[in-house]
């Protein structure tokens, strides 16, 4: 079957680094994209991975690994409007065209 | 003007009130989703038009029925639901076919009160 799993809540402080893990269970795997989710909003795109290694893009980079079934987000020089939810989704073409299988979203928390 | 917009953004209905949820896209894309996003759970697939055509069912009840009268307009109308329908609708376009790598853009979301 397909399964996504991402930690539930993280908490972080402001200026620091933090790594939200991902893992993975598909038959189809074609790309991995991370969204930001601020509550009560739309979630927003971040990143997209399909091939392995790491993506960067300002303060956001999303890594990926086909073979273990692994991503992460990192973010750094975290700021207080980072606060928010992450989360993975996986593209897997076996199930459809058309849908993303979905992790429950990380809540990141950040301190002062 | 925002790529993809729904209202209204709140409502609240009685379980015997008959309701629709309406979702516009400005991006010229040909998928258009609705999701359904309950506290602490994953974002689960409701409907998917490709092309205006219904493409994806996933066991949602017959309380909700999808329209979609054309690739920018996407509707979902509710009746008769249940308080479990309470939840963050959202709606969301793409641009699918094989070579597909593009994102999803959501829409706001309507939060739903079933009472």
Same mark, same amino acid.
């Given at each position: 079957?397909?399964?996504? =799993? ?14 939200? %893990?991902?893992?993975?269970?598909? &038959?189809?795997? %074609? ?7 601020? @509550?009560?909003? @739309? ?38 409007? =980072?606060?928010?939810? +992450?989360?993975? @989704? ?5 199930? &459809? ?16 | ?29 040909? /998928? ?17 038009? %490709? ?14 029925? !999808?329209?979609?009268? %054309? ?11 249940? !308080?479990?329908?309470? /939840?963050? +609708? ?9 070579? @597909? =790598? ?14």
């Amino acid at each position: 079957g397909q399964n996504i =799993d991402q930690p539930t809540e993280m908490t972080a402080t402001e200026g620091a680094i933090v790594q939200i %893990n991902c893992t993975y269970q598909t &038959s189809g795997f %074609n790309g991995l994209f991370w969204y930001q989710q601020h @509550a009560g909003e @739309a979630p927003t795109f971040l990143s997209y991975n399909v091939l392995d290694g790491l993506e960067e893009k300002g303060r956001f980079s999303s890594f990926l690994s086909r073979s273990k079934g692994y991503s992460y987000l990192l973010l750094k020089e975290l700021q207080m409007k =980072d606060s928010a939810s +992450y989360l993975c @989704a996986v593209r897997d073409t076996r199930v &459809s065209n058309y849908q993303l299988i979905w992790g429950a979203g990380t809540k990141l928390i950040i301190k002062p | 003007e925002t790529g993809v917009t729904q209202t209204p953004r709140h409502l609240v209905m009685g379980m015997t009130n008959k309701k629709s949820l309406k979702c516009e896209q400005h991006l010229g894309h040909n /998928a258009m989703y609705w999701y359904k996003q309950s506290a602490k759970k994953p974002l689960e697939l409701m409907f998917v038009y %490709n092309f205006k055509e219904q493409t994806e069912n996933n066991s949602v009840p017959s309380r909700f029925s !999808p329209e979609c009268p %054309n690739s920018s307009h996407l509707f979902l109308h509710l009746h008769t639901l249940q !308080p479990e329908d309470s /939840a963050l +609708y959202l709606c969301a376009s793409s641009q699918e076919g094989p070579l @597909a =790598d593009t994102e999803a853009f959501f829409g706001q979301g309507t939060r739903l009160t079933v009472v």
